[in-house]
């Protein structure tokens, strides 16, 4: 796909194209899933020592660091962070980069996070011409398992200290060449439940010498869906949505016991404590009413993606100068989708942006077995990282901090 007209390039950004390609197709091959990154996170850690970079590897079990000082010394350090982990899915294309590794795949673009955070690094290491110091995180098991929750808790930012920390990820539907962000939230959290209702097994035909478990589920079901709607308030946002239920093995039976279990999603902490608090009532009530009872399990995986509002102005100016201020959209619909970015940005102030991937159409869309990352978009994104990183580590920055 070509690189709209309106979009500012970097010249060494666009001469690195081919090489970035290179590096994206060769992860993409290679896909590897949660904490499993080991040929990823080798590939990433020999390309940032090849560029100068100081670098530090196994945090969070397979996450790389790397470390670059600019020229001009300095007190401020910042952080630029990408998703290196693929997901358990079969690939449905067939071109050459297709991924190698059955039942895995890059089916939401890290490896085009990691291509373009490498390809920013090289340049800025060409040309430091900054103040201060400049991380990059390249982060292992974004999806489900919480990595950057892993790295945090091993100590990232107590070992590599940072005054803001960056995200950005692909996001197809929004068109190449646009970039979208906002201050506060702008992705969901992203909670898990499992609710087991017990009852007492019996004869399908004789239903009164038990306690029908499977009925006592399904009214359950219905009932949590009354959270959002008569627990908050109405402009509180929040997502229940049950995605699992089993229970019982034949025709004949009524089992003892069903399973449900689902996600809940919502952009407020005290959201995420009504919708806890209200399930586990419901549970309890609507098993008891039909002479049941209930076991609720409620994890809380990833908080909500709330971008900090001066770094967010800040990222603004510079997608503006990078796509023309037209192409820039200052207040998207945030998504209920989650990213565990959001436990950097728990720590750190900082901005998320989505990099418009261009149409969602066919497979290209995320999580889809026939989804691929944009080339186009590697230059645009290495553009970005390199603008961002030697506005906020410029002269007048380190002046102000």
């Given at each position: 796909?070509?690189?709209?007209?309106?979009?500012?390039?970097?010249?060494?950004?666009?001469?690195?194209?081919?090489e970035?390609?290179?590096?994206?197709?060769?992860?993409h091959a290679?896909?590897?899933?949660?904490?499993?990154?080991?040929?990823?996170?080798?590939?990433?850690?020999?390309?940032l020592?090849?560029?100068?970079?100081?670098?530090?590897?196994?945090?969070?079990?397979?996450?790389v660091?790397?470390?670059?000082?600019?020229?001009?010394?300095?007190?401020?350090?910042?952080?630029?962070?990408a998703?290196?982990?693929?997901?358990?899915?079969?690939?449905?294309?067939?071109?050459?980069?297709?991924?190698?590794?059955?039942?895995?795949?890059?089916?939401?673009?890290?490896?085009?996070?990691?291509?373009?955070?490498?390809?920013?690094?090289?340049?800025?290491?060409?040309?430091?011409?900054?103040?201060?110091?400049l991380?990059?995180?390249?982060?292992?098991?974004?999806?489900?398992?919480?990595?950057?929750r892993?790295?945090i808790e091993?100590?990232?930012?107590?070992?590599?200290?940072?005054?803001?920390?960056?995200?950005?990820?692909?996001?197809?539907?929004?068109?190449l060449?646009?970039?979208?962000?906002?201050?506060?939230?702008?992705?969901?959290?992203?909670?898990?439940?499992?609710?087991?209702?017990?009852?007492?097994?019996?004869?399908a035909?004789?239903?009164?010498?038990?306690?029908?478990a499977?009925?006592?589920?399904?009214?359950?079901?219905?009932?949590?869906?009354?959270?959002?709607?008569?627990?908050?308030?109405?402009?509180?946002?929040?997502?229940?949505?049950?995605?699992?239920?089993?229970?019982?093995?034949?025709?004949?039976?009524?089992?003892?016991?069903?399973?449900?279990?689902?996600?809940?999603?919502?952009?407020?902490?005290?959201v995420?404590?009504?919708?806890?608090?209200?399930?586990?009532?419901?549970?309890?009530?609507?098993?008891?009413?039909?002479?049941?009872?209930?076991?609720?399990?409620?994890?809380?995986?990833?908080?909500?993606?709330v971008?900090?509002?001066?770094?967010?102005?800040?990222?603004?100016?510079?997608?503006?100068?990078?796509v023309?201020?037209?192409?820039?959209?200052?207040?998207?619909?945030?998504?209920?989708?989650?990213?565990?970015?959001?436990?950097?940005?728990?720590?750190?102030?900082?901005?998320?942006v989505?990099?418009?991937?261009?149409?969602?159409?066919?497979?290209?869309?995320?999580?889809?077995?026939g989804?691929?990352?944009?080339?186009?978009?590697?230059?645009?994104?290495?553009?970005?990282?390199?603008?961002?990183?030697?506005?906020?580590?410029?002269?007048?920055?380190?002046?102000?901090?």
């Amino acid at each position: 796909m070509t690189i709209p007209e309106n979009v500012r390039l970097n010249p060494a950004a666009t001469a690195l194209s081919a090489e970035m390609q290179a590096w994206r197709h060769h992860l993409h091959a290679h896909p590897e899933t949660a904490f499993e990154e080991h040929e990823t996170s080798a590939f990433v850690a020999e390309k940032l020592r090849a560029f100068g970079y100081e670098v530090a590897t196994g945090l969070g079990r397979t996450g790389v660091v790397g470390t670059l000082k600019g020229r001009h010394g300095g007190q401020r350090a910042i952080a630029l962070r990408a998703d290196m982990d693929a997901l358990h899915i079969h690939e449905a294309n067939d071109f050459a980069h297709r991924s190698v590794n059955p039942g895995r795949m890059h089916a939401c673009g890290h490896d085009g996070h990691t291509a373009m955070l490498l390809g920013a690094a090289k340049l800025l290491a060409d040309d430091p011409d900054f103040h201060g110091t400049l991380r990059v995180i390249f982060q292992p098991a974004e999806e489900n398992e919480g990595g950057a929750r892993e790295m945090i808790e091993d100590g990232l930012f107590d070992r590599f200290p940072v005054d803001a920390v960056y995200g950005m990820h692909n996001w197809p539907g929004l068109p190449l060449g646009r970039i979208a962000l906002r201050p506060g939230p702008m992705m969901g959290s992203y909670d898990i439940f499992e609710i087991v209702v017990h009852g007492k097994g019996s004869h399908a035909a004789m239903p009164h010498m038990g306690n029908d478990a499977i009925t006592a589920a399904g009214h359950l079901l219905t009932t949590l869906q009354t959270i959002p709607g008569r627990s908050l308030h109405p402009l509180d946002s929040a997502v229940v949505s049950a995605t699992q239920i089993f229970g019982g093995d034949t025709w004949n039976v009524i089992p003892p016991s069903v399973t449900i279990r689902g996600t809940v999603r919502a952009f407020k902490d005290s959201v995420q404590d009504t919708v806890e608090a209200r399930m586990r009532v419901l549970a309890e009530h609507t098993a008891a009413s039909f002479g049941c009872t209930a076991e609720v399990r409620y994890e809380r995986r990833y908080p909500a993606t709330v971008n900090s509002a001066d770094e967010t102005a800040l990222c603004a100016e510079v997608a503006a100068r990078l796509v023309g201020a037209d192409n820039v959209d200052h207040d998207p619909m945030p998504s209920m989708g989650a990213e565990d970015f959001a436990f950097m940005l728990k720590q750190r102030p900082g901005c998320y942006v989505w990099l418009g991937n261009g149409p969602a159409e066919g497979g290209c869309l995320l999580h889809n077995p026939g989804y691929d990352f944009n080339d186009a978009n590697l230059a645009i994104g290495a553009s970005y990282w390199v603008s961002l990183t030697k506005t906020l580590l410029s002269a007048e920055a380190e002046v102000a901090a």
